[in-house]
């Protein structure tokens, strides 16, 4: 099992990474919360990681800390949350963001997250509930704050790769405009109009 990776970053196309450890170039899938806190191109990264095994792949999944993978793993064994749905939650909010979500059974907040319905929320507050304790003990008000903010930021890419998807966009390659622009705006109005202007601009 392969459980970290300290390396090179090689590539970076969200959800897509390349990371090159002592010469050998791994293929990872990162949320977008890891992008966010990964150096850049050619700068040293530290993954924690995940081994997803099928019989026709083995797929790798990257994460920024221990907690997003422990709630990656917690959120692959609810019924009907595969590898990409987990992803794609971790994209859309942090580890205590969604803790608190469920905790207060917070079920419009998490039906914000791509992919995920009524009743696919409604089954996480369910199964999920009990299982993050570790991660519903009040924080200091100064980790609250920066909490806070990281979910307003995530929810400002969320909705801004949401209206991307809308407009024809790929989920892959919405993400992939918006990295790139990501620290550029406060907004989605304004991410929005910068990844389209930057998209007609390499047309």
Not at 13 to 19: K, T
Not at 151 to 172: I, M
Request: charged share 20%; with cysteine; aromatic share 4%.
């Amino acid at each position: 099992m392969i459980g970290r990776l300290q390396g090179i970053v090689l590539e970076k196309s969200a959800p897509d990474l390349l990371i090159d450890v002592n010469g050998v170039g791994y293929e990872v899938q990162a949320p977008l919360t890891t992008f966010a806190v990964l150096g850049r191109i050619g700068e040293s990264a530290v993954l924690y990681t995940h081994l997803a095994i099928r019989e026709d792949a083995h797929q790798l999944y990257g994460f920024s800390d221990k907690s997003q993978r422990s709630l990656f793993r917690t959120l692959i064994k609810v019924s009907g949350v595969g590898p990409k749905l987990a992803l794609a939650i971790l994209s859309g909010m942090d580890v205590n963001a969604f803790a608190m979500c469920v905790h207060n059974e917070d079920i419009t907040a998490l039906t914000r997250l791509p992919g995920v319905g009524k009743k696919t929320a409604e089954r996480l507050v369910v199964e999920m509930r009990d299982r993050l304790k570790e991660w519903q003990t009040p924080a200091p008000l100064w980790q609250a704050a920066d909490h806070a903010e990281q979910a307003s930021a995530d929810q400002v890419l969320l909705e801004a790769e949401s209206a991307l998807v809308s407009l024809g966009y790929k989920p892959t390659e919405a993400a992939r405009m918006l990295n790139k622009i990501a620290d550029q705006a406060s907004t989605s109005e304004e991410l929005i109009r910068l990844a389209l202007k930057n998209s007609l601009g390499n047309t």
